[in-house]
């Protein structure tokens, strides 16, 4: 604890979270009085970031007023019930996270939030918080909330995981970038800047969205997931520069139709899970930045799927996921063979009863498949980068039960020893060792596969000699993809599976 206070006199930085602190050390506050030795006052700089979050803290010091240069505060996740008065001296306060907490702070009582942020005839005079740019209050049981016109520089709101019925506008907010709001019970949206960015309202209870022209000139990401949307308004059509769209698990039997209102998208993730669709506008196929579609759990056919997936659509430059699970298909569109940058492909439980019609070793890019409950041909052993694939609960017969409850890496060793050279499917495949095949990882649509002490040897084994270099690049990405927005449940799944697997080569090597 002394090297860390010692170093935050030394960089006005100082991290304390996750230290089970049931009290802030009066260091923290007066530095000066609490040097060692060797030290000079002159070297001791100004707190500027403090991180207290994830600790047992009951209650804030009153000495956080001697904090006058603090900017950065952090408070997460403690056993808060009361801010304290003196927060509202802290003028050059930026940042405040104030969130995770299982119950409400008594925000009325103690500061009452008038105090903090708004200047009113009806208040003291202390100085306010107005230079705040980030507040995060999420995950609290905060069913009001005052007015917050006065937090002019406000650029990222973060009241998620409440009991909000009802928003204060803010519209007044000239500067502020991203609102999320998900997580509570709003039957409106609160009158919102035009220089938005970012809106996140999903798991709410709204019905229609009357602000989207307002919020043309900025919006590039939408979040509207589980909601009570019949129907999305033809004014989604001016959100000029929208890239991410989630609309998953609300009531639209269809999306807005016509090239005048997909084509200025430029989506490039687009999620209708979970709802009525039973079909798609074709102009989603000519989206020149569409990455991720995303439509699982619909009513979805194959002409449907065929009239955006075919050899001349666009989007087989740049689709990357593909995601159709729990739809009304009964094959694979054969255009899906065109689609060469595909890495994640997602059709379990439809009624499909092979997947030959598609060229699979044109697909060299794909790494995940997820087909069980249908039938896996032999040729998706072609698929040189395929790292992930899930047969769980297909009727085929050309690899034995045997080979799948040994897992992906016997799966796959299988499908291109087949795939390589013509054999006898009626026989066991020939064995060669284990380390020469690529690296997979197993995904399943609900569990892990079944766990036997000779697939943990066997696991334990399979490592592909690779630098250490480019799998510290190979997990960075990986993070950095997990950290993404609208990442599938599946998609995300496998990305945990597959970090355990490098973070596992990693750890050999080093």
Not at 124 to 139: A, F, G, I, Y
Not at 300 to 323: C, F, G, K, M, S
Request: glycine share 2%.
């Amino acid at each position: 604890m002394q090297r860390t206070l010692r170093q935050s006199r030394q960089s006005g930085a100082l991290n304390l979270s996750a230290r089970d602190l049931k009290d802030v050390p009066k260091a923290v506050f007066f530095p000066n009085m609490h040097m060692e030795s060797d030290e000079q006052h002159w070297e001791c700089r100004d707190l500027v970031k403090l991180d207290l979050s994830y600790n047992d803290l009951v209650a804030v010091p009153a000495d956080v007023e001697q904090l006058q240069a603090l900017t950065w505060l952090k408070l997460k996740q403690n056993q808060l019930t009361d801010i304290p008065p003196q927060l509202a001296s802290l003028t050059s306060l930026v940042y405040l996270d104030l969130s995770k907490y299982d119950y409400p702070f008594h925000l009325y009582q103690s500061v009452s939030w008038c105090d903090l942020f708004i200047p009113a005839t009806s208040c003291m005079k202390p100085p306010h918080l107005t230079k705040l740019r980030s507040v995060s209050v999420q995950q609290n049981l905060l069913e009001t909330l005052p007015p917050l016109s006065s937090l002019v520089l406000l650029e990222t709101l973060d009241v998620s995981k409440n009991k909000l019925a009802a928003m204060p506008a803010l519209d007044a907010l000239r500067r502020l970038k991203s609102v999320d709001l998900r997580h509570n019970r709003l039957d409106d949206l609160p009158t919102l800047p035009s220089t938005l960015t970012m809106l996140f309202a999903g798991h709410n209870r709204l019905r229609d969205l009357p602000q989207l022209e307002r919020l043309a000139p900025a919006l590039t990401v939408l979040d509207v997931r589980c909601n009570q949307l019949d129907a999305l308004p033809p004014s989604i059509a001016s959100l000029d520069f929208l890239t991410s769209l989630d609309v998953s698990n609300n009531n639209l039997s269809d999306l807005p139709p016509g090239r005048s209102t997909i084509d200025p998208l430029l989506s490039s993730s687009l999620a209708a899970e979970n709802n009525y669709l039973t079909s798609l506008p074709v102009d989603i196929a000519e989206l020149p930045r569409l990455q991720a579609l995303r439509v699982q759990k619909n009513r979805l056919t194959d002409a449907a799927l065929a009239a955006v997936v075919h050899i001349t659509a666009p989007i087989r430059y740049t689709l990357v996921e593909l995601d159709v699970r729990n739809n009304n298909l009964t094959k694979v569109p054969p255009g899906l063979s065109a689609f060469q940058l595909l890495d994640t492909l997602l059709v379990s439980f439809n009624q499909i009863t092979a997947l030959d019609g598609v060229h699979w070793a044109n697909m060299t890019k794909l790494t995940s498949c997820l087909a069980s409950n249908n039938r896996i041909p032999i040729e998706l052993g072609q698929t040189v980068h395929l790292r992930l694939v899930n047969i769980q609960g297909n009727p085929q017969r050309h690899i034995r039960s045997s080979v799948v409850q040994r897992g992906p890496h016997a799966v796959l060793q299988h499908l291109q020893q087949v795939a390589e050279k013509p054999v006898d499917l009626t026989r066991a495949p020939a064995k060669r060792p284990l380390d020469q095949s690529p690296s997979a990882t197993w995904q399943s649509d609900d569990e892990s596969p079944p766990s036997t002490k000779r697939r943990a040897t066997e696991d334990s084994n399979v490592l592909i000699p690779v630098e250490t270099k480019s799998l510290a690049q190979q997990i960075e990405a990986a993070e950095a993809e997990m950290d993404g927005f609208g990442v599938s449940s599946a998609r995300l799944a496998a990305l945990k599976k597959e970090l355990a697997n490098l973070r596992k080569q990693q750890a050999q090597h080093e």
